[in-house]
């Protein structure tokens, strides 16, 4: 049976593409894009005063499975992504056990066949247990699916080790994905380092943390000439390093989630732990210059780093309770409403951002909204609005920071593989 997607305003720069027109998905692809288009058989969806575009993935998601399914597992995590107006998200190794052999990766990808509603991508460990000694199962892990590798949540400390890792990864073609957090200066800081910190008598991480690893990690792709992405960038110095890394054409790519551009360190002044991420909030000079970096497109994508954490959990003081917020169903409203209406950006930026950019990043699939590609769509009314509370959310865990906010831009629709994820806001089962 087809479908057709009516009178939305169908946006992707790929394929210079900004107007109202009509969208056909037949067999799971895009069979025909033009004004005035009908179906003879079929169902009609109404998208008039909606967007229309290519499928979002989020390259920066903790779906806790397996080990910690009490905070989320695959299906409640691939609802939640569905619900977000994501058609694919990219599943970080730090599960219990850490995802480090090709075993591993399989049962990812045999889980999300069997109840992830969107597309899942596995990333894997760079070393055994992420704990940066020896290296992984790398090519076995790639051979089962593995789209990127990374010891996200500590970050290898060894320089040495480090480069092995990309020299290996390089010769595979593979992509190493950097937690950027040098250890011996963050040293169990909850906050970020500076007059907040000292006001409110919690341990800081210097900036410099973040900014030394960078360096490395640039320093280290140039000499292998692996492919690097920084995760969850927080600082105008490391915006800087990227910026001129780029320059000079080292293989280098970066994210930065919602939190760090929509929120800044004089949130935490409540001891609220919903605040409380790592990388930590930064200062509002940092924030601002993370929202020039995706104007000016030294940021290629936004990345959640989707961190769901159990109630109790987050209920603790704030130096003990974990780090990381949720995400998902936040980043796409917050985007909206943040960058899209204040016109900071506009929304073939937005497909940039979400879709193009961290697939380019990640070297996935690319989807354009043309004949012949695959039916992965994200649909969203930008004049719809939601007020976020512990109802509306779908994902397991609640430790978000943006409870209580008014936001626009709610997704409507979500096909993947021309399959219902997300239809009229509600996430379509299974």
Known sequence: MALLLKGGRVVDPAVGLDAVADVVVRDGAIVEVGEGLSIPKG?????????????????????????????????????????????????????????????AVRFLVERAEERGLVRVH????????????????????????????????????????????????????????????????????????GVVSTRLGLPGQPAAAE????????????????????????????????????????????????????????????YDTAYKMNPPLRTPEDREALVAGLVDGTIDCIATDHAPHAAHEKELEFELAPFGVIGLETAVPLAVTHLVRTKTLGWGDLVRLFCHGPRSAFGLPQVRLEPGATADITVVNPDSQVEVDASWIVSKSRNTPFLGQTLYGVPTEVLVGGRWALRGGEVVSL
């Open 43 to 103: 169902e009609t969806i109404d998208c008039s005063g909606k967007v229309v575009m290519p499928g979002f993935v989020d390259v920066h998601t903790h779906l806790r499975e397996p080990g910690r399914e009490d905070e989320e597992t695959v299906a409640s995590g691939t609802a939640a992504a569905a619900h977000g107006g994501f058609t694919a998200v990219c599943a970080m190794p730090n599960t219990s056990p850490v995802c480090d052999t090709g075993a």
């Open 211 to 270: 900014e030394v690893m960078v360096a490395r990690e640039i320093m280290l792709a140039e000499l292998t000439g692996c492919r690097v992405h920084i995760a969850h960038l927080s600082t105008a110095g490391s915006l800087a390093l990227v910026r001129e890394a780029k320059r000079r054409g080292v293989p280098v790519t970066c994210e930065a989630t919602p939190h760090h551009l929509f929120l800044d360190e004089d949130a935490i002044a409540s």
């Open 122 to 193: 596995p990333v894997g460990a760079l070393t055994k247990g992420q704990m940066g000694e020896q290296l992984a199962e790398i090519g076995d892990m790639m051979a089962e699916g593995a789209v990127a590798f990374s010891d996200d949540g500590r970050g290898i400390q060894s320089a040495g080790m480090a480069r092995t890792a990309m020299e290996y990864l390089s010769g595979l073609g593979g992509l190493y994905v950097a937690h950027c957090e040098d250890e011996s200066l963050s040293r169990g800081g909850s906050v970020n380092e």
